[in-house]
């Protein structure tokens, strides 16, 4: 009887301490669809799909468009076909648009949750933490900010709530494969449930599992969460990148190890690439287009506060052709070693625009350029240098308030002149809708 009252005491502390570091994850549908959508309403139950940087592939889909089997990062050259028989409305990625809903979605949490509990973590995506909610309180709190930004802002979303972020991303995934069922809302409150989500979520969809992880993990035969987190932690140590292996284990065995803020790991790598409107042969313009890369990947690196020893610039010439066959040439690319780490766009570009002048060659035709930054260090870890003032704070807070605008805008509002004005090498944007929201001149008008 004791012994009894006593499991259940523990099992209701278990509980209890569950709902008292809750997490949660709140996703915006399919968003750059809903985006394009709540302009046009008349879209409603109509196949839609948005693509990626110069209509390149698709990026987002509506739940129709799914249905119809179209899959992620499909070439849209490739589908067109499908999609003008089918129907499907197609649009060019308008970053502005999203950019200023994702702002006011972020701003109706902000309005709910104190500020230091939210953590955007990507442009339709925020980690909440709801450590100072109420156990009885958590599903009413959940649910009234599920309401409220869909009534603010007319973008459906998804929230999984879980004691640790990973779980979160679970119980955010599992609701979103049944959406009439979970209304889009999956709170994993009880040891059971997260054993439930657990045995229902295949490895390789747990958040920070790559591909070369979750092809290791399947050799064991070890094939969902549950299966996973039974693995003994000297194992994930050896085999998962040491630490970040054991974070991984301890959160998915519901012990939170990863703070609203923080990554689990961070990218050892930060890019950006881009193919031109039209080939290029102006040595001008290819430095435009590799200035405005660098601020791209730039933004990246701020974002996840790494500053960058090592810059590769390469541009690819276009394919020519030679007798009857077209040759695609090796791109060609060049690096150096940065004096000081450093995570500052003016800094990078000057250094990137030396590369370009190193390895352009007059005549020649180019149709894409990019550049990478590795050897990635913390950027807090940075020692100030004697000989290079502009290490100083003020330089930095000039970048993060700069890139506070640019995101809340997503339009460059402030950029670096050698990223050029006109940028004629911009990519291709047929489908692309208005700003409705971030221009006077594109407003939705309303007859
Ligand atoms: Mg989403």
Not at 83 to 110: C, P, W
Not at 250 to 265: A, T
Not at 297 to 309: F, I, P
Not at 371 to 393: C, H
Request: some cysteine; charged content about 25%.
């Amino acid at each position: 009887m004791l012994r009894n009252l006593l499991k259940s005491k523990f099992l209701i502390g278990v509980i209890v301490l569950l709902r008292f570091t809750m997490k949660a994850i709140i996703d915006c549908n399919n968003f750059y669809c809903s985006c394009e959508r709540l302009f046009k309403p008349w879209l409603k139950n109509i196949p839609v799909v948005v693509l990626s940087n110069n209509d390149g592939c698709i990026i987002s889909r509506s739940d129709e468009a799914k249905k119809l089997g179209l899959k992620m990062a499909a070439p849209y050259f490739m589908v067109k076909p499908f999609l003008e028989k089918q129907g499907v409305q197609v649009f060019s990625s308008n970053y502005a648009l999203y950019g200023d809903l994702s702002k006011r979605v972020m701003e109706t949490i902000a309005s709910i949750l104190p500020e230091n509990c939210i953590e955007v973590y990507s442009v339709d995506e925020a980690f909440l933490d709801l450590s100072n909610v109420s156990p009885i309180e958590l599903n009413d709190v959940v649910k009234n900010i599920k309401d409220t930004v869909e009534l603010w802002t007319g973008i459906a979303v998804s929230i999984g709530v879980a004691p640790t972020k990973t779980l979160s991303k679970i119980a955010n995934h599992l609701a979103k494969t049944n959406k009439e069922k979970s209304n889009c809302l999956l709170v994993l409150d009880t040891p059971d449930k997260i054993a439930a989500a657990l045995k229902r979520t295949p490895v390789d969809e747990i958040w920070g599992i790559g591909k070369q992880f979750a092809a290791k993990i399947e050799k064991l035969n070890v094939k969902t969460g549950y299966e996973l987190q039974l693995m003994p932690e000297e194992w994930f140590r050896k085999n998962l990148g040491g630490v970040v292996g054991v974070r991984l284990l301890h959160e998915l065995q519901g012990s939170p190890s990863i703070g609203i803020d923080e990554q689990l790991s961070t990218k050892k790598m930060v890019s950006c690439t881009r193919r031109f409107e039209r080939p290029l042969t102006d040595l001008k313009f290819i430095k435009e287009a590799v200035a405005t890369y660098v601020s791209r990947a730039a933004e990246k690196l701020r974002r996840q506060q790494s500053a960058v020893k090592t810059l590769s610039v390469f541009i690819i010439p276009k394919e020519f052709k030679r007798g009857k066959v077209y040759k695609p040439l090796e791109p060609v690319t060049t690096q150096m070693k940065l004096p000081v780490a450093t995570s500052r766009t003016n800094e990078l570009i000057k250094q990137a625009l030396i590369l370009v002048e190193q390895i352009f060659k007059e005549g020649a035709t180019y149709e894409k350029a990019g550049v990478i930054f590795s050897d990635l260090t913390p950027d807090s870890s940075l020692q100030g240098n004697f000989f290079s003032p502009q290490a100083g704070f003020g330089q930095r807070y000039l970048m993060s308030q700069v890139d506070n605008v640019n995101f809340s805008m997503r339009n460059e509002k402030v950029k670096f002149a050698s990223a050029g004005v006109a940028k004629p090498w911009k990519m291709k944007q047929e489908f692309l809708s208005s700003g409705y929201t971030t221009r006077w001149n594109e407003l939705r008008l309303i007859s």
